[in-house]
C-alpha cells in the first residue's frame, strides 16, 4: 500500500520527506482486519507497538524518523500522545522531546493534528505554553514551521530545530551567507508564501503593532532586499537581516543601519530621516519570520504579490486599478518585441510589471548578445553596463498612486543599480505637471529622472506630445472623469457634435493621451474594457483610433484574468500609429483576433497550474533546490504532479503563449507568424 493512498482524502501531503523514508514505512506496512475492513499497521519505534496508519500517523511516524536519523534524537528521550493539562481538561501533543537533563521536562513539542497553520499554531502555542517548552514544530507534511517561545505572547520564527547535539543557541548563532539563504529559503523548503507570512504577521503582531502595516513590512522588504544584493556582490558577507541571538534592542539597530544604508542607496522611496516603527520586541518577530525567505528571484512574483496583498488594504482597488497578472505582461511584451535602442513607458504603472518585464526581455537580448548566462534576469548580482545604461536611459514609468509608485521604483532602483525614472505624476492632467515638478520636495525623489522625460517631448514647452517608441499599460477602468478642465483637453471628450460632454471614462483618455506619448511609428499595448470594442456608444472612439493607428490585433482575455479584484471582461488592444516609413497608412488591412480559451484562474481568483499530465511528452530535469514561486499553498495536490520551469516555478495554465519550449505555442506566437507576415516593422519578414 502507498502512503499516498492513505492520505489521498486528507490535507496533509509526503512533500517534507524523503523517498527514502517514504519507502521504508510504505515497506513495513502490514495488513489487518477490523470489522471486515482492511486496515494499514506499521509498528512505531516509540510506543513499541503496532499502531492503525491513519493520515496523521503517517506524518507523525514520518517526522519520528526525521527525529531519529536527521537528527540524533533517540527515541528514549521522546513520548507521542503525551498528555498536556488545561485545567480539568487533558489534550494530547502529537510528539514532545523531552529536555537532556531535566528528562520530565517539554523541550521541543510537535503539532501534526491540525493540518492547517494557522489552527495547528494556535495548539501548539498552547501547548507550549502549558508545559513550558522553548521550541515547538508545527507541519502537514506538505509546509512546516519551526517556532522559539520567548514568553506567552511571542513565538519567533527560526530556521530549524537543533539537532540532539546542539543547543537552541547554535542554531541562532549561526551565521549566513547568500549560499545559505539560496539553500535553505523557506519558500521551498516550508512550502510558503511571502504573502502568508505577511498574514500570519499581521494576525499575531502587526495589528497590534499601532503601525501602519503597509510602511512598516515595505521597509522590512526594502531593507531585505538590499542586505542580499550586498550578499549577492559579496558571497563571503554575512547576511545582516537577520538574528544572530542579538537582544532585541540590539537588533533594532542592525536593522536600522542597514535600512538606512538601503535608504542612501536606493534614494526616493523613503524620506532621509525614515525609521523603522516597530518596537524591538514586534521587530524581532517579524526579523525571524522574514530572514529565511529569499525575496530576489528570477521573476518577481514572489515580492509582487506581497505588494498586491499591501497595496489591496488601502484604497487601490477603488480606483479600478489592479495589478496585471505577470503572463498577461509577458504575452504583450512578446508581442510588442521592445528593442535596446527603443524608449519605453507605461502611463498607469501600478507595481511597475509591464516596464520591468520589458527590461526583461531586453536584457534577454544583452545577454544573448554578450553570450551571457540568462538564468536569473532578476538577481542581485551586478548587471552588465549595456543593461544598467537601458534601464536608467529608456525605460519610464507614471503613475498617480503614491504608494505605488513607490513599490515601483523599488523594483527599478534595483534593476538600474540605483537610479530610475518612475514618476510620481497624474498622466491624464499634464497641464499641471509644471506645478508638480516645480516643487522642490518633489524634485529632490524625481528630477532625474524628469529630466529624461523632458527630452523625449515633442515641444520643449509642452507636456502632451511625446515621441516614445513603445507604451504598454493597464490604465484604471472604474470611475469617470468629470473635471471640465481636463475633459475640454481631449478630443475624445467631445460629443458628437463637437460639444464637450460632462464625465467621460479614465480608461477611454487614456487611449488618447497614450496616443499623445507615442511618436510616429510608435506601438501600444493597453488593456480595455471588452464594451469599448463593441458597444454602439463607443463607436467614436473606435473610430478615433483607426484614424491615428493601425489596428495590428484585440486579445480577448478570459473573465477570471482580474479576479478576485474585479470579473470585467476585458481585452488586449494593440496598435502602431501611422508613419510613412514604419507603418505607411492604408486603407484596407488584416487585423489580429484572439480569443484567451485557458481561464488562468479558477472563479474565485486563485491561479490554475500546469500538470505533467497536460503535457507527457516534456521530460522533468528540475533542481530540487531552484526557487519556486510563492504559489505553493494554491496547489492543492503533491507538487510532483505538477510542471515546473527551469526555475522550478509552477506555470499558470494559459494559452497566451509558449512558457520557455515546455507548453504548447499560444497567442503570442501566432501574433509573431502573423506580424511577419504582414512585415510589421518591429518583427519583419
Not at 494499514?40 to 500517523?57: A, D, G, Q
Not at 469617470?480 to 457634435?497: F, Q, W
Not at 499558470?652 to 519550449?661: I, P, Q, W
Amino acid at each position: 500500500m502507498q502512503l499516498s493512498d492513505i492520505l489521498k482524502d486528507s490535507n496533509y501531503k509526503l512533500t517534507q520527506f524523503s523517498q527514502d523514508k517514504i519507502d521504508f514505512i510504505e515497506s513495513h506496512i502490514f495488513e489487518k482486519e477490523v470489522r471486515g475492513k482492511i486496515v494499514p499497521y506499521f509498528n512505531c519505534h516509540v510506543r513499541k507497538r503496532e499502531i492503525k496508519l491513519t493520515s496523521e500517523e503517517v506524518i507523525r511516524q514520518l517526522y519520528i524518523m526525521v527525529l531519529t536519523q536527521d537528527l540524533g534524537y533517540p527515541t528514549d528521550r521522546m513520548e507521542v500522545e503525551y498528555a498536556v493539562s488545561f485545567g480539568r481538561e487533558k489534550k494530547r501533543a502529537d510528539i514532545v522531546i523531552f529536555d537532556k537533563d531535566q528528562t520530565t521536562s517539554p523541550y521541543i513539542m510537535v503539532e501534526l493534528k491540525k493540518p492547517k497553520l494557522k489552527d495547528g499554531k494556535e495548539q501548539l502555542k498552547s501547548y507550549c505554553n502549558a508545559t513550558g517548552a522553548p521550541i515547538g514544530v508545527w507541519s502537514n507534511g506538505e509546509s512546516i514551521s519551526y517556532y522559539h517561545r520567548k514568553d506567552p505572547n511571542y513565538f519567533e520564527d527560526i530556521p530549524g530545530i537543533p539537532r540532539a547535539d546542539q543547543k537552541l543557541s547554535d542554531i541562532l548563532e549561526e551565521r549566513w551567507t547568500i549560499e545559505d539563504l539560496v539553500e535553505r529559503d523557506k519558500l521551498v523548503t516550508e512550502r510558503k508564501s511571502l504573502k502568508d507570512l505577511i498574514l500570519e504577521l499581521e494576525d499575531e503582531v502587526l495589528a497590534n503593532a499601532g503601525v501602519d502595516v503597509f510602511e512598516e513590512v515595505f521597509k522590512l522588504i526594502f531593507t531585505k532586499l538590499y542586505d542580499e544584493m550586498e550578499s549577492g556582490r559579496n558571497h563571503n558577507r554575512h547576511l545582516e537581516f537577520r538574528n544572530y541571538g542579538d537582544t532585541e534592542s540590539e537588533l533594532k539597530e542592525k536593522v536600522q543601519r542597514l535600512f538606512n544604508r538601503a535608504k542612501n542607496k536606493w534614494e526616493g522611496v523613503f524620506t532621509h530621516d525614515a525609521q523603522i516603527m516597530l518596537t524591538p520586541s514586534h521587530l524581532s518577530i517579524c526579523v525571524s519570520s522574514l530572514q529565511d525567505v529569499k525575496l530576489f528571484n528570477s521573476n518577481l512574483d514572489v515580492v509582487d504579490e506581497a505588494f498586491e496583498y499591501l497595496i489591496s488594504k488601502s484604497s487601490k482597488g477603488e480606483k479600478g486599478q489592479y495589478f496585471t497578472p505577470r503572463y498577461v505582461i509577458d504575452m504583450c511584451v512578446k508581442m510588442l518585441n521592445p528593442q535596446e535602442h527603443e524608449t519605453m513607458i507605461d502611463t498607469a504603472a501600478g507595481s511597475s510589471g509591464f516596464p520591468v518585464h520589458t527590461i526583461f526581455h531586453v536584457w534577454e537580448q544583452i545577454m544573448k548578445d554578450e553570450g551571457l548566462d540568462k538564468s536569473h534576469l532578476f538577481t542581485s548580482e551586478v548587471k552588465s553596463p549595456r543593461c544598467v545604461d537601458y534601464v536608467e536611459d529608456n525605460v519610464f514609468a507614471i503613475d498617480f498612486d503614491e504608494k505605488t509608485v513607490r513599490v515601483a521604483r523599488t523594483l527599478n532602483l534595483i534593476a538600474g543599480d540605483g537610479q530610475t525614472n518612475v514618476l510620481h505624476l497624474n498622466t491624464l492632467d499634464y497641464e499641471r505637471w509644471d506645478e508638480r515638478t516645480d516643487d522642490e520636495h518633489w524634485q529632490d525623489i524625481y528630477f532625474k529622472g524628469w529630466r529624461k522625460l523632458k527630452k523625449l517631448r515633442v515641444k520643449r514647452d509642452s507636456n502632451r506630445d511625446f515621441e516614445f517608441d513603445v507604451l504598454m499599460a493597464n490604465p484604471p477602468f472604474a470611475g469617470d472623469i468629470k473635471e471640465s478642465r481636463i475633459i475640454s483637453k481631449y478630443e475624445l471628450g467631445k460629443k458628437p457634435n463637437g460639444k464637450y460632454q460632462n464625465k467621460v471614462g479614465r480608461d477611454t483618455l487614456f487611449i488618447e493621451r497614450n496616443l499623445d506619448f507615442l511618436k510616429p511609428g510608435g506601438r501600444m499595448a493597453i488593456v480595455l474594457p471588452q464594451g469599448r470594442f463593441n458597444n454602439s456608444g463607443d463607436k467614436r472612439i473606435r473610430e478615433y483610433i483607426a484614424e491615428q493607428c493601425r489596428i495590428l490585433g484585440v486579445v480577448g482575455l478570459h473573465g477570471n484574468v482580474f479576479k478576485p479584484h474585479t470579473g470585467t471582461k476585458t481585452s488586449v488592444l494593440l496598435v502602431q500609429k501611422w508613419d510613412d516609413e514604419l507603418c505607411p497608412k492604408v486603407e484596407d488591412y488584416p487585423i489580429f483576433f484572439a480569443t484567451m480559451q485557458e481561464p488562468s484562474k479558477d472563479n474565485s481568483g486563485d491561479k490554475i497550474f500546469v500538470r505533467k499530465k497536460d503535457y507527457p511528452n516534456v521530460e522533468q530535469n528540475i533542481n530540487e533546490a531552484a526557487n519556486p514561486t510563492d504559489s505553493y499553498n494554491d496547489v492543492s495536490e503533491d507538487l510532483d504532479q505538477y510542471l515546473l520551469d527551469s526555475h522550478g516555478h509552477l506555470i499558470v495554465k494559459h494559452d497566451l503563449f509558449n512558457h520557455d519550449g515546455l507548453t504548447q505555442d499560444g497567442i503570442a506566437e501566432a501574433f509573431i507568424e502573423f506580424a511577419k507576415k504582414e512585415g510589421l516593422s518591429f518583427w519583419g519578414k
